[in-house]
């Protein structure tokens, strides 16, 4: 039974593997989305996801911890100083999978693993569907609302001229 044992084990030895993710994760974040397999994209989603809940407190303490994942100082001082302000108000989920067609060599399912942040392309194509959104027609319900809004200071004013006219004769 494999109770508890949730991490891929990608058909190498620990070692090997932890080394193969820490470089995978200092990709990512020095490139902002990486292409590779699709289970190595899900191994290290479960990576490097901690890693950058932890980058969201910048101390001495958090710091080294992931140094300790990722052994790299100058890629820590990028997470810590431009990534963390950008995913700073995100509660979880910083990074996106993407499935790509099969590898020609092996037919290997192959992903696209970014930073949900620093995604132009994507942001850009939900904001041009938000502004064709916005040049559809009216709905009758809001026509409605703006007969009402308009006939209000229409009779409002005429409201006034009575009230002048009355007061004048």
């Given at each position: 039974m494999r109770h508890g044992k949730k991490n891929n084990h990608l058909g190498r030895t620990d070692s090997h593997r932890k080394?193969?993710?820490a470089n995978m994760a200092s990709s990512l974040i020095k490139h902002?989305?990486?292409q590779t397999t699709l289970a190595k994209a899900k191994a290290l989603r479960?990576?490097?996801?901690p890693l950058l809940t932890k980058s969201k407190t910048d101390t001495t303490h958090s710091r080294r911890i992931v140094f300790s994942y990722l052994?790299?100082?100058e890629i820590v001082t990028e997470l810590f100083r431009d990534v963390a302000a950008k995913i700073a108000n995100r509660p979880g989920g910083y990074t996106r999978i993407i499935k790509l067609n099969?590898?020609?060599g092996d037919n290997a399912e192959m992903a696209l693993i970014e930073l949900?942040?620093?995604n132009e392309v994507y942001g850009k194509e939900v904001e041009s569907a938000e502004k064709k959104t916005t040049r559809r027609g009216r709905t009758k319900a809001k026509k409605a609302d703006d007969t009402t809004v308009a006939a209000t200071p229409a009779t409002e004013e005429a409201a006034v001229e009575?009230?002048?006219?009355?007061k004048g004769e």
């Open positions: 080394a193969m993710l902002k989305r990486i479960m990576y490097v996801e052994q790299d100082k099969n590898r020609l949900v942040d620093y009575t009230k002048t006219e009355d």
